[in-house]
């Protein structure tokens, strides 16, 4: 296996709440829906080159 691309960044795993309205302060309100997305520079990127150079071209 040879490495063509290093990629350097950051991995982020971003979490979407979905209420039906937005608390007062001090307030509650009943969480809907979570959706977790992963990202981040480095990640989107990784995989962005890993799917035109080969899944064993790349490194993160």
């Not at 990202?39 to 990784?46: F, L």
Request: no cysteine; proline share 3%; aromatic share 4%.
């Amino acid at each position: 296996m040879t490495i063509n691309h290093i990629v350097a960044g950051v991995i982020n795993w971003d979490k979407t709440i979905f209420v039906n309205k937005f608390p007062k302060e001090g307030e509650e309100v009943e969480v809907e829906r979570i959706v977790d997305v992963p990202g981040g520079k480095g990640a989107n990127v990784a995989v962005a080159s890993s799917r035109i150079l080969g899944k064993d071209k790349v490194a993160l």
